[in-house]
C-alpha cells in the first residue's frame, strides 16, 4: 500500500521566506525562482548536479539582487525557498509548466508522469502557502494604510535552445503597464544596460502569473524583472543591477 509522504520535512520548515516583514517602502518585491533546493524526499529528481545548479532549477542571482533592493529602499521581500522544479510558483497548477517533465533541454526524471495525488500534495505544499503568504501580506498592509506596488525578480539564462540572447534587462508586464512605462522611461533616460519592453518573455508566455494574481486583481501597480543572470553572477554585478534598478524603481513611484 502506498503511504502519502509530505513534500517538506518539519526540519525544512515554512517554503516561504520574507525579509524585512516591516518594510516602510510601497514596494513589495516577490522572487518566485530563488532558491535551487530540493527537499530532500525528491533527491535529485534524477538530474545531474550541473542541471540542478542551472536556470532551470532557480534564476541565478535574482534574489541578491532583491536583497539589494530590499536593503536599499526598506522594501519587504518575499521568496520561495524550494526550486522551481518541485513547483514553479509563477505558474498555476493547471499549467503544465508548475511541475515540469521537460525544462529547456532537460528532461526531469523525477517529474515523469505525477499522479494527481503527487500534483495536489506539490501544490498543498509549495504553491498554495506562497501565494496565501503574499495575499496577507498585502491585506495587512492595506489595513494599516501602507501602500503596495509589487515587483517581480527574475534572471534568465543568455543561450537558450541554443539561441543567444542579446537583450540583458527586461520589463516586463500584462495589461497593467502603468509601472513598465515609467520603468522603461527611466531606464530610456539613464541607460545602462540593453533593456526592452516584455523580453525576453512576455504575457502571451504565461510569465505573469503572479502579476494577475496579486497586482491585476488589486488594481496595484506591478511589474515583472527579468535580468540576463551573466550580469548578475558575483557579488559586484548583483550590486550594480540592484542600483540601477533602485534607481528606476525611485525615479517611476516620484511623480
Ligand atoms: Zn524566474
Redesign the pocket.
Given at each position: 500500500m502506498l503511504v502519502r509522504q509530505t513534500v517538506l520535512t518539519e526540519a525544512e520548515g515554512d517554503c516561504v521566506g520574507v525579509e524585512r516583514p516591516d518594510g516602510k517602502s510601497p514596494v513589495l518585491l516577490i522572487?518566485?525562482?530563488a532558491s535551487n533546493r530540493i527537499p530532500i524526499r525528491f533527491g535529485d529528481l534524477g538530474l545531474s548536479e550541473e542541471a540542478l545548479s542551472s536556470?532551470i532549477a532557480?534564476?541565478p542571482g535574482?534574489l541578491a539582487v532583491a536583497q539589494g533592493i530590499s536593503a536599499a529602499l526598506d522594501a519587504t521581500l518575499i521568496h520561495q525557498r524550494f526550486s522551481?522544479l518541485i513547483y514553479?510558483c509563477?505558474r498555476p497548477p493547471e499549467s503544465p509548466g508548475a511541475m515540469p517533465e521537460m525544462s529547456e533541454i532537460y528532461a526531469v526524471p523525477g517529474n515523469q508522469g505525477l499522479s494527481d495525488e503527487e500534483k495536489t500534495a506539490r501544490t498543498e505544499a509549495i504553491y498554495i502557502p506562497f501565494h496565501q503568504r503574499i495575499r496577507s501580506i498585502i491585506g495587512e498592509r492595506s489595513a494599516r494604510g501602507q501602500d503596495s506596488v509589487i515587483m517581480?525578480?527574475?534572471?534568465?539564462t543568455p543561450v537558450y535552445n541554443g539561441k543567444p540572447r542579446l537583450v540583458e534587462l527586461g520589463i516586463l508586464h500584462d495589461t497593467d503597464d502603468r509601472l513598465a512605462n515609467r520603468m522603461l522611461e527611466a531606464a530610456a533616460d539613464a541607460p545602462l544596460y540593453r533593456t526592452e519592453r516584455n523580453e525576453p518573455y512576455g504575457p502571451t508566455d504565461g510569465?505573469t502569473h503572479t502579476l494577475r494574481l496579486h497586482g491585476l486583481e488589486n488594481g496595484l501597480r506591478n511589474v515583472m524583472i527579468?535580468v540576463r543572470n551573466d550580469l548578475i553572477g558575483d557579488k559586484v554585478g548583483q550590486g550594480v543591477v540592484a542600483d540601477y534598478l533602485t534607481g528606476l524603481l525611485q525615479k517611476s513611484l516620484e511623480a
Open positions: 522572487c518566485e525562482h536556470h532557480w534564476d535574482a522551481r514553479d509563477n517581480t525578480m527574475h534572471s534568465f510569465v527579468e
